[in-house]
């Protein structure tokens, strides 16, 4: 399966860049191949394919007046809608032209990061309000491409066998790696994982962040997939810890994804830097993503392509709503948009 080839896809929302960059003027990103232009307007924000109607320019090079976004080639201006509010060479009380326009994308602000959709949006934004609450603080962690296809990420993150192994040295080790199975259901979203792992504390970082001096102790995890690349991964510590990570995947193109990662915990900096924090999941996300980059971009979607056992519950799971996905029968799919929170 290539991201680029299954029409659905373009149907739901994916995260692109923390609100807050937008204060610096327009971004440039890439949506399943497609090249986009963000930027942030007086009320909110804004998303366009990059390329100025009138000389073919990209917008995402110019900069953003008043809540318009401005293109450098000739001056015209584009309100959040898309179409042109100024056009400086047009003589007083001539019309705009009609063709003087930018194609809209859907876009909108959550959790502090910014969304777009291709088309009608059906799904992929995940509620997180048991963690906005009081007691969880955000961490802001990383925006950046990975050469590797977004169904990879997506299958690495419902994998917890990899751990032993790809994480042998920050929190894995390979004496362990016969693990429980992990209980998988379907939700209406997506699935949810849940599994109970131990794990050894390699690095320094690691006991500073989750406060556990022993050099072994356990993660108790609760995976949610929010389809059809994203995950929500909530990791309680005996001593009370709660680390969530939240997994934005977006499709950037066949071969590469952009990783929107924060954190959220109910701690304080005071308890933990939130650099600290950063810098052990940098440790570990820098151990998927080198094993990542070297596999196939052409995703396997059928039980018969790959070897399986018990404990690849949680990817033959993945695996089947893609299926449905790629079918257009996954019941996500007939969502509207009024049903959909923007």
């Known amino acids: 399966m290539l991201v680029t080839q299954v029409p659905a896809f373009r149907r739901f929302w994916y995260p692109v860049t923390f609100a807050e960059d937008l204060a610096t003027g327009p971004l440039a990103r890439r949506v399943l191949g497609e090249d986009i232009v963000v930027w942030a307007t007086t009320d909110g924000v804004a998303a366009a394919y990059d390329q100025c109607p009138h000389r073919s320019s990209k917008l995402s090079i110019g900069w953003v007046d008043d809540g318009c976004v401005v293109c450098p080639y000739h001056g015209w201006r584009f309100g959040g809608d898309g179409k042109a509010t100024h056009i400086p060479q047009l003589d007083e009380g001539v019309p705009v032209p009609p063709k003087a326009a930018l194609r809209p994308v859907h876009a909108t602000e959550r959790h502090g990061v910014v969304w777009v959709a291709l088309e009608e949006p059906v799904g992929g934004l995940p509620d997180l309000g048991e963690f906005e609450g009081a007691g969880y603080r955000f961490v802001r962690q990383f925006d950046e491409v990975w050469a590797a296809a977004a169904p990879r990420l997506v299958d690495n993150s419902f994998d917890p066998a990899h751990v032993a192994y790809v994480h042998r040295k920050t929190f894995g080790t390979p004496a362990k790696a016969r693990i429980d199975v992990p209980d998988v259901d379907y939700t209406d979203e997506g699935l949810v994982s849940r599994t109970v ?52 995947i977006c499709p950037v193109d066949d071969r590469n994804l952009r990783l929107v990662q924060w954190a959220m915990r109910n701690d304080t900096e005071a308890d933990v830097p939130a650099a600290d924090v950063v810098a052990f999941d940098r440790a570990v996300t820098l151990e998927d993503q080198a094993l990542l980059e070297m596999t196939n971009p052409d995703y396997e979607l059928e039980l018969t392509d790959l070897a399986h056992i018990k404990v690849d519950r949680g990817t033959i799971a993945v695996r089947k709503i893609y299926r449905e996905m790629v079918a257009g029968t996954w019941p996500g799919l007939q969502r509207s948009l009024e049903q959909v929170p923007a």
């Open 197 to 248: 792992i131990p794990v050894e504390n390699h690095l320094d970082v690691a006991q500073r962040t989750t406060g556990i001096e022993e050099a072994t102790t356990v993660r108790t995890t609760v995976s949610r997939f929010v389809a059809p690349f994203l995950r929500v991964m909530s990791i309680t510590y005996p001593n009370g810890l709660n680390h969530v990570l939240v997994t934005g």
